[in-house]
Nanobody, 122 residues
Framework: QVQLVESGGGLVQAGGSLRLSCAAS????????MGWFRQAPGKEREFVAA????????YFADSVKGRITISRDNAKNTVDLQMNSLKPDDTAVYYC???????????????WGQGTQVTVDS
């Protein structure tokens, strides 16, 4: 098992940047495929980005391509999401999650953090 805790959320103006971090503890972090999801009020939780166990071959949702970078540091047991050129539509609670296989599907992720709020002013 693994425990996940997100941090770095907050209030930013449109066009600004924010860096989210997810800290893991428990089972060896490097065995997990890590993903970021987000959920706005009244909407389904949607995929944002994911990264492989080794840190290669990242995958991004079309809505964030070119504006987001995902990275992981297996020595520190962390995965980060760097978000630039933020838009009001990016406002949501952001969650990190861990899966045993490469996937973008929410139901295939076994472990979830509590989420961190990101609010982007227009």
């Amino acid at each position: 098992q693994v425990q996940l805790v997100e941090s770095g959320g907050g209030l930013v103006q449109a066009g600004g940047s924010l860096r989210l971090s997810c800290a893991a503890s428990g089972r060896t972090f490097s065995v997990y495929f890590m993903g970021w999801f987000r959920q706005a009020p009244g909407k389904e939780r949607e995929f944002v980005a994911a990264i492989s166990r080794s840190g290669g071959t990242p995958y991004f949702a079309d809505s964030v391509k070119g504006r987001i970078t995902i990275s992981r540091d297996n020595a520190k047991n962390t995965v980060d999401l760097q978000m630039n050129s933020l838009k009001p539509d990016d406002t949501a609670v952001y969650y990190c999650a861990a899966a045993m296989q490469a996937t973008t599907r929410r139901w295939q992720y076994s472990y979830w953090g509590q989420g961190t709020q990101v609010t982007v002013d227009s």
